[in-house]
């Protein structure tokens, strides 16, 4: 089953704007996390953030979380044409160790 | 960090036979799970493999048709047995060190079954 949901499912921006991409989720967590997947790729670990911290940084990346609303964002600065790619977010919750990933946003970086 | 050695990348399959797919692990890890991605789809788990005892197998996978083998800290197999071309996709198996913690992948394996 898929915990969270993305959004936009696809985006495009122009190289060098900021992108942001949102996800939800339903059940309790224990942390959060994004992945990158390039075309036909494995998956690529960005960043985790813990249910008790509401931000957290890594280069051009910016996570921020909010349990009370079950959301997450992630924010990639200055973008480039290597960040297109798609990017997953999936949670970790208390119950068990699982990994449940979202749908996840198609980014797209024009040149 | 971990590295993941899947194997194979690609096969092509003939409808109602079986592969099995190998993960192995430069390390010992605690968590280890089998992923399964449809084109330009999420992953979605399959099951996660516990050393010395029987996958934990989430809704809508069974044993029977993917069996999962977990002899050790380092090493996994899953079969997909009985294929058919819904079976088409990318199987990916991800490992962590320790409960809670970020997840490695494997490059997967893509298999198409005709």
């Known amino acids: 089953s898929q915990q969270g949901e993305e959004d936009p499912q696809a985006l495009s921006i122009q190289e060098g704007e900021n992108a942001t991409m949102n996800c939800s989720y339903k059940t309790s967590i224990n942390n959060l996390q994004w992945y990158r997947q390039n075309s036909g790729r494995g998956l690529v670990h960005l960043i985790l953030?813990?249910?008790?911290?509401r931000e957290k940084h890594s280069g051009r990346l910016r996570v921020t979380l909010d349990t009370s609303k079950k959301s997450s964002s992630l924010l990639i600065t200055a973008s480039r044409a290597a960040d297109t790619a798609s990017y997953f977010c999936?949670?970790?919750?208390?119950?068990?160790?699982?990994?449940?990933f979202g749908k996840g946003t198609r980014l797209h970086i024009l040149p | 960090s971990a590295v993941i050695s899947q194997k194979p990348s690609r096969d092509i399959c003939q409808r109602g036979t079986s592969l099995t797919i190998q993960c192995q692990v430069d390390s010992q890890v605690t968590m280890m799970f089998w992923y399964r991605q449809q084109p330009g789809q999420s992953l979605t788990l399959i099951a996660t493999a516990n050393q010395g005892s029987e996958a934990t197998y989430e809704s809508g996978f069974v044993i029977d048709k993917f069996p999962i083998s977990r002899p050790n800290l380092t090493f996994s197999t899953l079969t997909v047995s009985n294929m058919s071309p819904e079976d088409s996709s990318i199987y990916l198996c991800s490992v962590a060190h320790w409960e809670n913690t970020e997840a490695f992948f494997g490059q997967g394996t893509r298999l198409t079954v005709v």
């Open positions: 953030i813990r249910s008790n911290e």
């Open positions: 999936a949670t970790a919750n208390n119950r068990d160790d699982k990994i449940i």
